[in-house]
């Protein structure tokens, strides 16, 4: 047997919980398959298509036929639509703000990095110079009793 050149192949298995025979077959023409005997069909994927068609044309008659669904359909939209926007201003600035990096002092500070005794270093260093900075600059003088 064949649909159109294709083959039309013939199944035969067993249930492992009964041991009876079931026997399907392929269904080019719907691109299915077809139980012949043992077996009965749990799920029909056409009808669940058409159910859900069904329920989407329902849907959208009702959204046409209410003025509030419409109008909470179009306020959802623009919530949506102005997130969307706040979103896309967000990483704009983000891009903005990296476009203005300095690389150079961004390398400079990457493969200069001091140890934490290096630093502590050069602040005692620091403070010491201040300190004898501010005793060079202040004179001190005696008053005569």
């Not at 023409?29 to 056409?46: K, L, P, S, W």
């Not at 896309?88 to 500070?109: F, G, H, P, T």
């Amino acid at each position: 047997m064949d649909y159109l050149g294709l083959k039309i192949f013939r199944f035969f298995i067993k249930c492992t919980r009964c041991l009876a025979e079931i026997s399907f077959r392929t269904d080019p023409e719907n691109t299915d398959y077809v139980c012949e005997q043992g077996a009965t069909r749990n799920f029909q994927a056409h009808d669940f298509a058409e159910q859900e068609e069904r329920r989407l044309a329902k849907l959208e008659q009702e959204e046409e036929s209410n003025p509030m669904k419409a109008l909470e359909k179009r306020t959802k939209e623009s919530k949506n639509e102005m997130d969307v926007i706040d979103a896309l201003e967000e990483l704009k600035d983000l891009n903005a703000r990296y476009a203005n990096a300095d690389i150079d002092s961004m390398l400079e500070s990457v493969t200069s990095k001091k140890t934490p005794e290096e630093l502590a270093d050069e602040e005692d260093a620091r403070l010491a110079a201040e300190a004898f900075e501010h005793k060079k600059k202040k004179k001190l003088k005696r008053l005569k009793r």
